[in-house]
C-alpha cells in the first residue's frame, strides 16, 4: 500500500522560504515521477513542478524561485520554495505515480504580505 505525505508547510511573510517535503512508502521515488501541485482557494488544482530520473520541469511562475530535489536515501522529494508571494499561498500536494497514482493529505502554506 502506498502512503504519501507532504510536510514543511507554514506561514511566512512575503520574500520569505520554506521547504516542502514529499515523503512515500510503498514505493521507490527515484523509479517513477513525482510532481507538486499547488490547490489555491477557489482555483482549479495548478502543476508546480515534476521530477523524474533525468529531467526536472517547473512551471514559469515559479522559475527562478523554486526547485526541485530528491534524495533517494530518505525516499523524499523536495520543494524548495524561495522569494514567496502571497499567490503562492494554498495546499502543496504531493503527486507519486501521475495520472493514476498516488496523492498525499497536503501542506498549508500561507504567505503574508
Known amino acids: 500500500q502506498v502512503q504519501v505525505v507532504e510536510s514543511g508547510g507554514g506561514l511566512v511573510h512575503a520574500g520569505g522560504s520554506l521547504n516542502l517535503s514529499c515523503t512515500a512508502s510503498?514505493?521507490?521515488?527515484?523509479?517513477?515521477?513525482v510532481g507538486w501541485y499547488l490547490q489555491a482557494p477557489g482555483m482549479p488544482r495548478m502543476l508546480i513542478g515534476v521530477?523524474?530520473?533525468?529531467?526536472?520541469h517547473l512551471v514559469d511562475s515559479v522559475t527562478g524561485r523554486f526547485a526541485l530535489s530528491r534524495d533517494s536515501a530518505k525516499n523524499t522529494v523536495y520543494l524548495h520554495m524561495h522569494n514567496l508571494k502571497p499567490e503562492d499561498t494554498g495546499v502543496y500536494l504531493c503527486n507519486v505515480g501521475g495520472t493514476m497514482g498516488h496523492w498525499g493529505q497536503g501542506t498549508q502554506v500561507t504567505v503574508s504580505s
Open positions: 510503498g514505493v521507490t521515488l527515484v523509479e517513477t515521477v
Open positions: 521530477v523524474k530520473t533525468g529531467w526536472t
